[in-house]
């Protein structure tokens, strides 16, 4: 069975943080919609596909943490490959890092701002001989964007408000689709640009209830 990399969680009427983003209007998507387009390749068809492939990457990942097996049942072969290719990226920097979980896919809320979210990874790292808490974030579609940084400072506060101490947040990038053969990561110890950011995002979505 299939499930969900994300879910839209909420304590009451508290609005997940990926939900408040999508306030945030995104101007590259028409554009690369079209190029698709002039190629003959159906955008629909082409978004699920990949869709497909990083929802199965990012729960194989949950997977390893979890150390439980991934049903891959109602998966392509070309799914599961494609992922499994994402899987080995990943492996590099499981060996370079080597996290000790703490939280995996764990939900938490904010009673103080009344939104809630999904961590994927709370873990222990192993850094130049020392150890650092930190808060790890798994993406396999393109970017990286301004709203995945959001993301991290959103889920950053919610660590720190339940009692979690973040001493950094890096979002890794593991390609899904294509030749890349390297993760990308961003180390960001400094998000307060896009907290704010993410804060102004949850009015919007507040003042568009009323």
């Known amino acids: 069975m299939k499930t969900e990399a994300h879910q839209q969680y909420k304590n009451g009427n508290f609005p997940g943080v990926t939900t408040v983003l999508n306030v945030l209007n995104k101007p590259g998507l028409p554009k690369w919609a079209n190029k698709l387009g002039l190629k003959g390749i159906d955008s629909s068809k082409y978004t699920d596909e990949t869709a497909e492939i990083g929802t199965l990457a990012h729960e194989l990942i949950m997977c390893y943490f979890n150390a439980v097996k991934c049903e891959t049942a109602d998966y392509s072969a ?19 890092y080597r996290p000790d979980p703490i939280l995996v ?10 939104y809630g ?16 808490d930190q808060l790890v974030d798994f993406k396999t579609g393109s970017g990286p964007y301004p709203t995945h940084f959001c993301q991290l400072a959103a889920y950053k506060n919610l ?3 339940n009692g979690y101490p973040c001493e ?5 990038q593991i390609p899904a689709r294509g030749k890349q053969q390297e993760f990308y990561e961003v180390q960001l110890s400094k998000l307060d640009k896009y907290w ?5 995002c949850l009015a919007i979505y507040r003042m568009k209830l009323l």
């Open 159 to 161: 660590l720190i408000e």
């Open 196 to 200: 704010e950011l993410f804060l102004h």
């Open 105 to 114: 896919e764990t939900r938490l809320d904010s009673m103080r701002y009344h």
């Open 117 to 132: 979210g999904t961590i994927d990874l709370y873990a222990t790292l192993h850094i130049a001989n020392q150890t650092s």
């Open 78 to 96: 070309n799914q599961i490959d494609q992922a499994k290719h994402s899987l080995k990226l990943f492996y590099q920097w499981d060996e370079i």
């Open 168 to 172: 950094d947040a890096r979002l890794l």
